[in-house]
């Protein structure tokens, strides 16, 4: 079946615009996260839905970074005037469920470039 | 806060088993050990976990110390496309609030 999609692949901004990331998450899946990587480095968490409990975004770096997501179906994560320090990898990734028995399954990234 | 330490790179001979370590001293009664691993460019891509029996997949084996403190992690035969970043996580049973993947081991398999 299809995996974790995401859009764009890449994506080249100017600083103090505003940009919208894209993530489908597989079918079924209640949990949905958002990662950003930066260059040569780990995943860092930004944020956590569950199904309709509210979302844990204790890990958004600044309040220009916000997310949404629709149910149990596509989020999205919006960066306000960004900054050339938001230049990194976005990761969305799926699951099952928000247990450790189950896997989270990673979409291919959002590469953003902040110029 | 890394709950997990891990070697920053490691090397292995084509064929031969990569045995890649994982310290979680601090590691918790509800907290499982997950592996991961990232091939250049690509998302992270799951592998085992364990809460402390060893574990056997097709990809790999985990195994588990008594005191669950460390883990190693076992690709019999590792071939150039297990090239990766390897994560080692701890993960509570419920609630994915502080999820961490650290550096990771960068494993490179060589002809």
């Known amino acids: 079946g299809a995996g974790v999609s995401q859009s764009p692949s890449n994506k080249v901004t100017e600083k103090g615009k505003d940009v919208e990331l894209r993530c489908d998450p597989i079918?079924?899946?209640?949990?949905l996260y958002w990662y950003r990587q930066r260059l040569g480095q780990g995943l860092e968490f930004l944020i956590y839905?569950?199904?309709?409990?509210?979302?844990?975004k204790s890990g958004l770096p600044s309040d220009r970074f916000s997310a949404e997501r629709t149910g149990e179906s596509v989020s999205t994560l919006t960066i306000q005037r960004t900054q050339q320090e938001d230049s990194a990898v976005y990761l969305c990734?799926?699951?099952?469920?928000?247990?450790?028995?189950?896997?989270?399954?990673f979409g291919p990234g959002t590469r953003l470039t902040v110029t | 806060d890394a709950k997990t330490t891990q070697p920053t790179s490691m090397d292995c001979a084509e064929g031969r088993a990569a045995n890649l370590p994982c310290n979680h001293s601090?590691?918790?009664?509800?907290?499982?050990v997950y592996w991961y691993r990232q091939i250049h460019s690509q998302g992270p891509q799951y592998i085992i976990h364990?809460?402390?029996n060893n574990e056997t997949n097709e990809m790999a084996s985990l195994i588990i110390t008594e005191d669950r403190k460390s883990s190693t992690l076992i690709l019999p035969h590792a071939t150039l496309r297990d090239t990766a970043v390897y994560y080692c996580?701890?993960?509570?049973?419920?609630?994915?609030?502080?999820?961490?993947f650290g550096t990771g081991t960068r494993l490179t398999v060589i002809p």
């Open positions: 990734a799926s699951s099952q469920a928000d247990l450790s028995s189950y896997e989270q399954y």
């Open positions: 079918s079924g899946h209640t949990a």
């Open positions: 839905f569950q199904g309709n409990s509210a979302p844990d």
């Open positions: 601090t590691i918790s009664g509800n907290e499982y």
């Open positions: 364990g809460l402390k």
């Open positions: 996580i701890v993960r509570p049973q419920t609630g994915a609030n502080n999820l961490f």
